[in-house]
């Protein structure tokens, strides 16, 4: 936990002395809930690992009085969100998600430890420790007496971890009309807390040709992989690091054997920029790209599977006194305590930082982002394909994937395989030189 701000209003400073003077003696029971929570295993898939996390969080929020509204997950655990109304005006949510990445078994072989000043175990930064921080703020509020909020929300959701499919609707409603949203995933490794996030999305391209015997009568195919690969080298060069804006292209499948021109090929795209307009602007150099280098006789289908707007910086201020690290991160996260190299554990349930009203910057941003989405809207329902585009009927409505995290930037493979590709065309090798392509693993 931070030290006293002296940048904070009195109140402010005050309320924030009685909550540190609250939590202190509590980091014992903090560790005791954070040991049970990350040894309760709770996989995405695992649906009744997922319960029995959120069945302990929900007794905990009972416990408060706090208004509970559940959302049935299908497949997935419920998600649900716990409501305590106050006297003031101010309306924020708190958001945390209840699933891991581990599978059943894995608390079981290695369970919560500590060594030295981290707390290690499945999950225990992503993002246990989060979700208790949020239970531990919350409490201390109430047990000091504090109810000058309009309405405090506590989200939990149960699919964060492959891309929300059941929970993002009702993430949405839950969180409309919030003056601030504090998202209790884990902070930098130095403490900062990030006001800014990517967006991005995951896209297939599939390319269908002709084809042919290579030996026999390779004037009559028409290469999918080549289509593919002029595409694959023409996306990898709208990289540009500097302006943040990324596209890696994670998979690659075509054709069955050398000696056939293959007439399908697939590849995984993972598309990404820092702000509305630069995803926009991508996303059409994108569309162009694919339409310029596609060969007569290939068509081609460019489709998004999952996506996710950018999260620009919106004025956020955080009251901790911690650095607020306005560069592009992975992750939403704002609970941080000003202090490098402070325990981590602490950290974790540092003080909480705050949005700023900065009405008209949110009302551009609300317009760029309805914008953006009407974009991508023409794109899910086939309203707006690009000039190449056959197979009628493919596409339609995305499907949500599994997907982690993972931020290789280049896939140099990917690329120098498919330059290696590109050149043999140039250099007068037959459209069927390239008769397979396979690598790539993923590209979440
Ligand atoms: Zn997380």
Redesign the pocket.
Do not use: G, I, T, W
């Given at each position: 936990m931070s030290e006293a701000n002296p940048s904070l209003p009195t109140e402010s400073a005050a309320r924030a002395a009685a909550a540190r003077h609250e939590l202190t003696p509590r980091m014992p029971a903090f560790l005791a809930d954070l040991e049970t929570l990350v040894n309760l295993d709770s996989g995405t898939y695992d649906r009744d690992d997922v319960e029995r996390v959120s069945a302990w969080v929900k007794a905990r929020c009972a416990g408060w009085g706090a208004e509970l509204d559940e959302h049935p997950g299908g497949d997935f655990a419920d998600s649900f969100a716990a409501t305590l109304h106050g006297q003031g005006r101010t309306r924020i949510a708190l958001v945390a998600?209840l699933d891991t990445v581990f599978p059943h078994g894995t608390a079981a072989a290695r369970p919560f430890r500590i060594e030295g000043d981290r707390a290690l175990g499945p999950g225990t930064c992503?993002?246990k420790a989060g979700l208790l921080a949020a239970i531990y703020a919350v409490e201390a509020l109430r047990s000091g007496g504090f109810d000058g909020f309009g309405r405090l929300r506590l989200i939990c959701t149960t699919d964060?971890?492959v891309g929300a499919p059941s929970s993002r609707d009702f993430l949405e409603r839950q969180a409309a009309g919030a003056d601030a949203m504090l998202v209790l995933?884990a902070g930098r490794e130095n403490g900062d807390i990030v006001g800014q996030r990517r967006g991005g999305g995951f896209f297939r391209l599939e390319v269908t040709g002709r084809s042919a015997h290579a030996g026999v009568e390779p004037e009559k195919g028409r290469s999918a992989a080549l289509t593919l690969s002029r595409q694959v080298v023409a996306l990898h060069a709208l990289t540009d690091l500097a302006a943040g804006n990324t596209i890696n292209v994670g998979t690659l499948r075509a054709g069955s054997r050398p000696n056939v021109v293959p007439d399908h090929a697939v590849a995984e795209v993972d598309v990404r920029a820092n702000t509305t307009d630069d995803m926009a602007a991508l996303l059409a150099r994108a569309e162009a790209a694919l339409a310029r280098e596609a060969l007569e006789g290939t068509n081609y289908t460019w489709t998004p599977t999952q996506f996710r707007p950018p999260w620009e910086a919106n004025g956020a201020r955080c009251c901790s006194g911690a650095r607020f690290d306005r560069t592009p991160g992975r992750?939403a996260a704002v609970v941080a305590s000003p202090r490098r190299n402070a325990h981590r554990i602490r950290r974790s349930i540092g003080t909480v930082g705050r949005a700023g009203a900065h009405r008209r910057r949110r009302s551009r941003l609300r317009r760029a982002n309805r914008r953006y989405w009407r974009h991508l809207g023409r794109q899910f329902h086939g309203r707006a394909r690009p000039p190449h585009t056959g197979r009628p009927g493919a596409g339609g409505r995305p499907r949500p994937r599994a997907a982690g995290i993972r931020r290789h930037l280049l896939d140099r493979a990917a690329h120098s395989a498919a330059r290696r590709s590109h050149r043999g065309h140039r250099r007068g090798v037959s459209e069927t030189g390239v008769s397979t392509l396979r690598f790539g693993a993923g590209n979440t």
């Open positions: 998600h992503d993002m964060e971890e995933e992750r």
